[in-house]
């Protein structure tokens, strides 16, 4: 009926603590900083991985940071397609928590040409350019195709995007990983991101995904969607969710109960 799937986890150099002490993923240093809760090639309980029981077409992970991420773009569709991919990587941000000070970067301060950006990623001085946004619990952030972004550190998110690993980045703060200046020069966006933080209170509504607030009561899904707690517990009829927990719903008539927060994804 419900189908629940073994997160795939990451524990990049930029990692912070809270998907380890409060979202229920593996302990260890370094910690967790990514927790892919729905992801194709994820373990189902009886042994096949999720692509094999039914196609999702959307990646949903969580996300925590202590250090700011690189300065990356994704591609769209027809791009990533040129590059051997199958899908583009549109994504959307749900911000859980966020410390005191914490923020993201979207798009630039001013338009700039593809040259200039290039000398600004080989520089250094993007780290000037950048426009940054302060954030807090609650904020929905929308990162189309081709914006220049990055996730600053003290936050924990929930992220929804397109069924793509696909990341090219344009500058990594002088921590030594591969750039990819050419791919990401093909699609950023050079210039000023438009309107890209939300306040709570609205909802993800793009033609690729949905999100939107899990509310208790008597849900009625017209397709597979992914429910993931995100503070607190829920029960979906007999199938417990306690926080950092995803299961994924298939169409029909379900009952919604618990005390907690969680967020609905589906295709849009």
């Not at 200039?116 to 619990?137: H, K, N, Q, T, Y």
């Not at 210039?191 to 009561?217: C, M, N, Y």
């Not at 169409?251 to 967020?263: C, D, I, Y």
């Amino acid at each position: 009926m419900f189908v629940r799937s073994q997160p795939h986890v990451t524990r990049p150099l930029w990692a912070g603590a809270s998907l380890s002490t409060r979202y229920g993923k593996a302990g260890g240093d370094p910690p967790v900083g990514e927790s892919w809760e729905v992801w194709r090639d994820n373990l189902v309980p009886d042994g096949r991985v999720l692509s094999d029981v039914l196609d999702f077409p959307l990646l949903i992970k969580l996300i925590a940071t202590r250090d700011v991420l690189s300065v990356q773009v994704h591609p769209d569709d027809a791009t990533a397609k040129r590059h051997g991919a199958a899908f583009g990587k549109a994504e959307a941000w749900v911000i859980l928590e966020a410390e005191p000070g914490a923020r993201v970067a979207l798009g630039l301060k001013r338009s700039v040409s593809r040259e200039a950006l290039r000398e600004m990623a080989i520089s250094g001085s993007i780290e000037e350019e950048l426009c940054w946004f302060d954030v807090r619990p609650g904020d929905v952030i929308d990162v189309p195709c081709g914006t220049i972004h990055a996730i600053g550190g003290g936050v924990t998110l929930y992220e929804v995007q397109q069924p793509a690993d696909i990341t090219w980045r344009l500058y990594d703060w002088g921590r030594g990983r591969e750039l990819h200046l050419q791919a990401a020069l093909e699609v950023a966006i050079a210039g000023p991101a438009e309107g890209p933080v939300r306040r709570s209170g609205r909802l993800i509504e793009t033609p690729i995904f949905r999100v939107q607030q899990a509310e208790v009561g008597t849900v009625r899904p017209s397709g597979w969607r992914a429910l993931t707690c995100t503070s607190g517990t829920l029960e979906m009829e007999a199938e417990l969710l306690h926080r950092g927990d995803t299961v994924l719903v298939p169409q029909g008539v379900w009952s919604l109960s618990g005390t907690g927060e969680g967020l609905w994804a589906w295709a849009g």
